[in-house]
């Protein structure tokens, strides 16, 4: 079975520090993967996607991720966090095979200044 | 937001009662989607488009239908409300005319189901 995991509920941290949220997934086929953000009452915005290519790809408002083939992990990173990053974050994956996009359960920023 | 509206923006119906949500973009793009969003569950896929006239069901479609006469317009139907439909509702399209791009989504439609 295809599912995305996002292991932690919410992660707390520091206005200037370093970010991390993490992402695992399972895919039969090549994943499509990709990170949206979700401010309170809005919609999904997209903040970045890795298809090929070099594994750390670079997205809006300074986001990065990693792609770990061997780990399958899909990690979003963010060399210096601000308040205004407080938002709700969801990783996703397409499997090759379906063209379905597939979401995680989605992880709570809360950076504090 | 790629020109995706939805209507209503909130909607409080009763059970047993049927209801239609709206999606409309401006685009022409080919694939549009309808997701619920649940606390704990992220977003999961109810009814996705391919095109006019050409649906598939998604991971949560009981309950649920879907119809799209125009390119532009994607509606989603509750045949008859029930509580557990009670949830926030996006439509989202797929950028470019490929399903494996990034999606972009609308503003959402609250349900509530009493």
């Known amino acids: 079975a295809q599912s995305v995991a996002q292991p932690e509920d919410q992660v707390n941290v520091a206005e200037g520090n370093p970010l991390t949220v993490k992402c695992t997934y399972s895919?039969?086929?090549?994943?499509?993967l990709f990170w949206y953000v979700q401010y309170p009452n809005r919609g999904l915005q997209f903040l970045l996607k890795?298809?090929?290519?070099?594994?750390l790809v670079k997205g809006s408002y300074g986001f990065e991720a990693e792609f770990n083939k061997s780990q399958t992990s899909f990690h979003l990173k963010k060399p210096s966090a601000l308040v205004s990053d407080s938002a709700l974050y969801f990783c996703?994956?397409?499997?090759?095979?379906?063209?379905?996009?597939?979401f995680g359960q989605g992880t709570t920023l809360q950076v504090k200044p | 937001d790629a020109g995706i509206t939805q209507s209503p923006r909130h909607k409080v119906t009763e059970t047993g009662t049927p209801v239609t949500l709206r999606c409309h973009q401006t685009?022409?793009?080919?694939?549009m989607y309808w997701y619920r969003q649940d606390p704990g569950h992220g977003l999961r896929l109810i009814h996705y488009s391919y095109g006019v006239k050409d649906t598939d069901k998604g991971e949560v479609s009981d309950g649920y239908s879907v119809s799209r006469s125009k390119t532009e317009d994607f509606l989603l139907t509750l045949e008859s409300a029930t509580s557990s439909q009670t949830s926030v509702y996006f439509c989202a399209i797929s950028s470019g005319q490929s399903s494996y791009n990034e999606q972009f989504f609308g503003p959402g439609t609250r349900l509530t189901v009493l």
């Open positions: 890795y298809i090929t290519g070099d594994n």
């Open positions: 996703a994956v397409i499997s090759g095979n379906t063209g379905k996009l597939i």
């Open positions: 685009e022409n793009h080919r694939y």
């Open positions: 895919v039969s086929g090549n994943p499509y």
